[in-house]
């Protein structure tokens, strides 16, 4: 996305209150009832708002996203009017050259969108699959935390999945040969000439192989990596027996080819709020979502490579007052703190009020 587009539509949403936009929406959505960092609906109980994050979750209908989100859903809107109509009433001019129909817009949401969808297709997944569920279970997650974090399975059958997901892009008429959907959903076919039609530097193995994997090839956990109410990254951990390849080695996590879907994205859990005086950094989701069963602002760095976020992790020291870092006891976790050099590069980053925590666990 063109930075100074996305620099402009985070400008309109800091100048925007959710909350007013839903309560303009019509009288039915009025809000009350105020705990904490958020508010609920007066005539809709489940239509919740995060004040902080500035995003809303509505259980009952299965709605979760920011204020374009809101306006989409009630409106049938797209970005663009949402944009423009949000901007107007912020009193904010729109430069010309954002003014056009669809290309901007369309490139700023259309991967948020469409792992939005593939998020909602895993969730169901995972509901109906009982060793799934069982393997969260193990972890100590409760229904309610699998729900309030997202989290999805790929299925056990990835001819299935891919129908499914192929069934809701086509619903919302997305192109299925986009790197976007790709990325989900895998490719099959001439990958070299998809890669030159999509100006994607495909990887030479792909080309061998003549197809593009996609999240349904293993049987997957999904963490979808929320921000303000939208996904903006997915994810995954091999679980059910795919953990194990077939020599033996053990392989769990997975992360999104960095040609189709951009550099790995950190993982905030579900309870996450820029505003906590606490924040926890560890290195795996699944901490991350255990840490939230607990209450507790967590950050997963989705491995132990910190120096990849470093410009996030400076913003994390100056929003929250007490930051923990608690990586894994392994090498990888020793390494990632105390450095190449026992010079503790992390801490510096942090700064001094930063206190490391030692603790076991099975990482994401």
Known sequence: MDADFQAFVERVKEATSLEDVIEQTASEFKLRRRHGNSIRGEHHDSLVVRLDEQYFVWNSKGEKGDVFSWLEYRHRWDFMTSLRWLAERAKIEMPKRFSGEGEAGHAARMREDVFGI???????????????????????????????????????????????????????????????????????????????????????????????????????????????????????????????????????????????????????NHVYGRRDDELMIVEGQADAVSLGQWGMSAVALAGAAWEDHEELIGQLRQRHKRIYVGLDADAAGEAGLRGKHEDWPLAKVLGPMARVVRWGGRGA
């Open 118 to 268: 593939a998020q909602r297709v895993f969730a169901e997944l995972l509901k109906l699959d009982e060793g799934a569920m069982n393997y969260c279970q193990g972890r100590g997650w409760t229904v309610r935390t699998v729900e309030d974090a997202g989290l999805g399975f790929t299925g056990r059958d990835p001819a299935a999945a891919v129908k499914g997901l192929r069934a809701e892009f086509s619903m919302y008429e997305y192109d299925l040969d986009a790197p976007e959907v790709v990325c989900v959903m895998g490719f099959r076919g001439d990958v070299k000439g998809w890669g030159k039609a999509h100006e994607v530097q495909v990887q030479d193995n792909w080309i061998e192989w003549g197809w593009i994997p996609g999240m349904t090839a293993k049987k997957r956990l999904v963490y979808p990596h929320w921000i303000g109410g939208r996904v903006r990254y997915l994810s995954a951990r091999q679980i059910l027996g795919d953990d194990v390849t077939a020599e033996g080695r053990e392989w769990k996590s997975y992360n999104l080819p960095v040609a189709l879907a951009g550099r790995r994205q950190v993982f905030f």
